[in-house]
């Protein structure tokens, strides 16, 4: 009785994490272990997030992802596990959702916070990053707040955690830019982001943008591209290096090469829809990448999205792998709390040099 009062505290406290190290034993209950501890929360800006997030752009496209409203109650049990597990950063767009389902990733999240089972502390930790379209019309720093205002109702919060430019538009539309930029200032000063972000900026943008925000007395906190085993070219190894130079955190989106990371697609076993166009040409050359994942998390009692998702963590990044169900949220939450080797890093990189087909880049992505 002296035991079980004495770790209640402890026990109550990690109540909310995840238990890997089991010990089954019928009289000691081992009190859980999180999967991450307090202090190996990110720091971004003035924000404090949990060290991998989990992206929504799935959540209401129907095109790519296939959505149905259907999957809705689904959505939300992979959103709350997230959360018991002391997973706090939401990677969304106030352009995801497709055709008349637009804004329907942020309405989601918004409902679902909302809903968090009676815990008004967890709701208030929560960091929304969510990302504003550089569309043609939004040209004006009041057009950028009004979007910020729209989403801030989609999500039923007070203040964005991290307000994203969602891609510069220096390569095709260079007059725009500064009004984006403008755009981010305007949020910032009124209150309705804590802090902002880039997506899609290369490095010479990235400084550029970096520059002239601190000019304004703006903090840029991060700046998310594509970054995984499959896509970590010259560009993506330079922005690390200036985001590491700048104080800003790099957010590793599709960290699992939208699903080909995770070893469950084949040439003949393809994903439905339009990624079967591109994991056609892409899949036959990653032998040697999946080949070494698998060898690497079998030795390590891991499974290959996990050993994908960590290798973004060992690489300094915040990675928001995308998921849509339960299992994959409790799958993708065991690439926390342990870390490849250096060796086990090299063996990977080598692996993925040996794979003839790159990941297409996003188009908006400048240098
Ligand atoms: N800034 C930008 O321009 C930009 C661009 C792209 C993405 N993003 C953000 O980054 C997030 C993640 O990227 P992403 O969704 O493109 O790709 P991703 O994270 O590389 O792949 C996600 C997909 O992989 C599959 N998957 C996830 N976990 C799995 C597991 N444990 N086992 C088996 N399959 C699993 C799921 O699809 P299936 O089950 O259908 O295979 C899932 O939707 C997005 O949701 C979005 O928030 C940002």
């Known amino acids: 009785m002296a035991f079980s009062s004495s770790t209640t505290p402890t026990v109550a406290y990690f109540s909310c994490f995840n238990t890997f190290n089991e010990i089954s034993s019928p009289l000691f209950k081992p009190p859980k272990l999180p999967l991450f501890w307090p202090w190996e929360k990110v720091k971004m800006g003035p924000l404090s997030a949990s060290p991998m997030g989990f992206g929504t752009w799935a959540w209401g496209n129907q095109f790519l992802w296939g959505y149905q409203e259907s999957m809705d109650s689904q959505l939300q049990q992979t959103f709350n596990l997230a959360v018991e597990n002391g997973i706090n950063l939401f990677d969304t767009a106030d352009s995801y959702g497709t055709g008349r389902l637009n804004g329907k990733s942020e309405k989601l999240l918004g409902k679902f916070i909302s809903e968090i089972p009676g815990q008004k502390q967890v709701q208030n930790n929560i960091v929304i990053a969510t990302k504003f379209a550089a569309y043609p019309w939004r040209l004006t720093p009041g057009q950028f707040v009004n979007a910020c205002r729209a989403s801030l109702a989609r999500l039923q919060i007070e203040q964005i955690g991290i307000g994203q430019l969602h891609w510069s538009t220096a390569n095709y539309a260079p007059p725009q830019?500064?009004?984006?930029?403008?755009?981010?200032?305007?949020?910032?000063?009124?209150?309705?982001?804590?802090?902002?972000?880039v997506s899609n900026y290369g490095p010479n943008q990235l400084v550029k943008i970096h520059d002239y925000l601190t000019a304004r007395g703006v903090p840029l906190c991060s700046a998310q591209v594509q970054?995984?085993?499959?896509?970590?070219?010259?560009?993506?190894?330079?922005?690390?290096?200036?985001?590491?130079?700048?104080?800003?955190?790099?957010?590793?989106?599709?960290?699992?090469?939208?699903?080909?990371?995770?070893?469950?697609?084949?040439?003949?076993?393809?994903?439905?829809?339009?990624?079967?166009?591109?994991?056609?040409?892409?899949?036959?050359?990653?032998?040697?990448?999946?080949?070494?994942?698998?060898?690497?998390?079998?030795?390590?009692?891991?499974?290959?999205?996990?050993?994908?998702?960590n290798w973004c963590i060992c690489k300094g990044t915040i990675p928001i792998?995308?998921?849509?169900?339960?299992?994959?949220?409790?799958?993708?939450?065991?690439?926390?709390?342990?870390?490849?080797?250096?060796?086990?890093?090299?063996?990977?990189?080598y692996a993925a040099l040996e794979s003839p087909q790159r990941m297409i880049q996003n188009i908006f992505q400048t240098r």
Request: hydrophobic share 40%; glycine share 10%.
């Open 177 to 197: 830019e500064l009004a984006l930029w403008n755009g981010l200032v305007a949020m910032y000063e009124k209150g309705l982001v804590r802090a902002v972000g």
């Open 227 to 309: 970054f995984s085993l499959l896509s970590m070219g010259e560009n993506q190894l330079e922005i690390k290096n200036i985001c590491d130079s700048l104080g800003i955190r790099l957010i590793s989106y599709s960290p699992l090469g939208l699903g080909m990371l995770t070893g469950k697609y084949t040439p003949s076993k393809l994903p439905r829809g339009p990624r079967a166009l591109l994991f056609r040409q892409i899949l036959p050359g990653l032998k040697p990448l999946l080949r070494s994942l698998k060898e690497i998390a079998e030795r390590r009692g891991k499974t290959i999205p996990q050993v994908a998702i």
């Open 321 to 349: 792998p995308g998921v849509k169900y339960v299992k994959q949220v409790e799958e993708n939450l065991g690439a926390l709390g342990w870390r490849l080797s250096s060796d086990e890093l090299l063996e990977l990189e």
